[in-house]
Structures are given as structure tokens and as C-alpha cells.
Nanobody
Framework: QVQLVESGGGLVQAGGSLRLACTAS?????????MGWIRQAPGKEREYVAT??????HYADSVKGRFTISRDNDKSTVYLQMNSLQPDDTAVYSC??????????????????WGQGTQVTVSA
């Protein structure tokens, strides 16, 4: 069983930046997991944000060019660098893991394990 713990959320003004981190524990080999970020805004369905498998990455169109996903396998941690944040980015951001690297986990339902989430609030 994999446990995922997110950190780094907070309140930021529009145009600002935040860096989220998610550390995994309890699994066998972090390198063999596809990792991703999912968000859920109030009153809305969960939305896929980004995924990383090995050195391959994929982003939702809504964040492409503004967000960057990365991972440090030695630290069992995945990051989400968020730049040029807008009020529409306000949501609870959760990291997720899937046992297999490929194909890329580009949908909300592609994941096996989930973190509790961290709140990101962007003020206008």
C-alpha cells in the first residue's frame, strides 16, 4: 500500500507561483510508479492536471506552459511547479500514483493511490 502526502499549498495572488510536493511511502519502488496531479475545485468534478512516467510528461491543456511536473526518485517525491496562477486554478490539489509507468496516466481514473490533497487558493 502506497501512502501519499502533499505539501506546499497556500494562498497566492493572481500571477504568482507555488510549488507543490508529494512524498510517497510504503510502496516497493517509487521509480516504477506513474505519478500525477489531480485537482478539484468547489462544486466541480475532479480534473486531471499532469502526469510523469520516467522522463515522459503530459499536461492538461488548461495548465500547459504554466505548470511543470517533475520527480526525484531518490526522495520518492513528485513536484508540481505552478506559475502564472489564476483564480480558476483555485482547487484542492491531490497527487496520485499508479503501479505501472505506461501508458501515460492521463485521466483521473488511471490511478491506484491518492493523497489527501492540499488547498491552493488564487486571489484576483
Amino acid at each position: 500500500q502506497v501512502q501519499l502526502v502533499e505539501s506546499g499549498g497556500g494562498l497566492v495572488q493572481a500571477g504568482g507561483s507555488l510549488r507543490l510536493a508529494c512524498t510517497a511511502s510504503g510502496g516497493t519502488n517509487f521509480r516504477t510508479y506513474a505519478m500525477g496531479w489531480i485537482r478539484q475545485a468547489p462544486g466541480k468534478e475532479r480534473e486531471y492536471v499532469a502526469t510523469i512516467s520516467g522522463i515522459s510528461t503530459h499536461y492538461a491543456d488548461s495548465v500547459k506552459g504554466r505548470f511543470t511536473i517533475s520527480r526525484d526518485n531518490d526522495k520518492s517525491t513528485v513536484y508540481l511547479q505552478m506559475n502564472s496562477l489564476q483564480p480558476d486554478d483555485t482547487a484542492v490539489y491531490s497527487c496520485a500514483a499508479r503501479r505501472n509507468l505506461y501508458p501515460l496516466a492521463r485521466t483521473v481514473n488511471a490511478y491506484d493511490y491518492w493523497g489527501q490533497g492540499t488547498q491552493v487558493t488564487v486571489s484576483a
